[in-house]
């Protein structure tokens, strides 16, 4: 006689964010198949499952990066600190290294595959197992680092911008912020001046990294921790005001809440 599989020892819940309703009815779709994991909510946008979460934490939050307003990267800095996994699905693979530098669990490009998602949902599995299961082990000491295969990747700590007939490289603990000039971004730093690039914002947003850097208006992307003050509608970085545009302003608004205010 065939015996009865045992049933999973922890159920995680979950909750799907995408702007694409089609891509939320295939997470809703692969979760039902799985039987250790419990798909409770979905959204439309990242500002609603903050407000969900900042309520109800979860295990696991399969999260998409480009969304209107509050972008991905930007609700997983920001989400409340505690267990929650976060687990990227994307259609785009330039975002992996910030996923990496904000401690992603996994990382799906879309389309995702049902074997794909089961792999990266057993993972999530085991890692919860594992953690209800035993205490967290000490830290390696150097002999222990020493004897990894392979160091995991370092964080950037600067950009290369194209600056007259050479490249520039701008440290991003030097920029201030970054205004918008038709086809050319105007780079405002403390150290190095203004540096004129052609380029667009959508890629310097790609390369910078989100839980320091923010867009505050069609024209205007600033370091958070240049802020001055904010008032009115406005940010002040290095004695200039700046306008939030209405576009930007509850994403904005979510992240200086975030950011250390007490």
């Not at 990066?65 to 259609?91: D, F, K, N, S, Y």
């Not at 730093?189 to 052609?198: D, P, V």
């Not at 914002?201 to 320091?212: A, G, Y």
């Amino acid at each position: 006689m065939e015996s009865t599989p045992a049933p999973p020892t922890r159920i995680l819940t979950c909750v799907a964010v995408d702007d694409e309703p089609l891509a939320t009815a295939v997470m809703q779709r692969y979760c039902a198949q799985l039987p250790f994991l419990q798909l409770v909510a979905t959204f439309h946008d990242a500002m609603s499952a903050l407000s969900f979460l900042q309520a109800t934490p979860v295990d696991v939050v399969f999260l998409d990066i480009e969304m209107p307003g509050l972008t991905g990267m930007q609700l997983a800095q920001i989400l409340p600190p505690g267990r929650t996994r976060v687990v990227l699905t994307t259609a785009y693979d330039q975002y992996a290294v910030q996923g990496y530098e904000l401690g992603v669990a996994d990382y799906l490009l879309k389309p995702i595959g049902f074997q794909r998602f089961v792999q990266a949902a057993n993972r999530l599995y085991h890692s919860f197992q594992t953690e209800t299961a035993a205490p967290a082990p000490p830290a390696p000491g150097p002999s222990a680092a020493a004897a990894t295969d392979a160091a995991p990747p370092v964080a950037a700590d600067a950009m290369f911008v194209k600056n007259e007939h050479r490249l520039q490289r701008v440290a991003f603990d030097d920029i201030l912020y970054i205004e918008g000039m038709k086809d050319y971004l105007m780079i405002y730093t403390a150290e190095s001046g203004k540096i004129l690039t052609l380029q667009s914002f959508r890629r310097v947003e790609e390369v910078l990294p989100p839980q320091r850097f923010v867009r505050i208006h069609k024209s205007f992307l600033v370091a958070l921790n240049r802020i001055e003050h904010v008032e009115r509608g406005r940010v002040q970085i290095a004695g200039r005001l700046l306008p939030v545009g209405d576009a930007y302003r509850d994403a904005f608004m979510a992240l200086i809440r975030a950011y250390n205010q007490l």
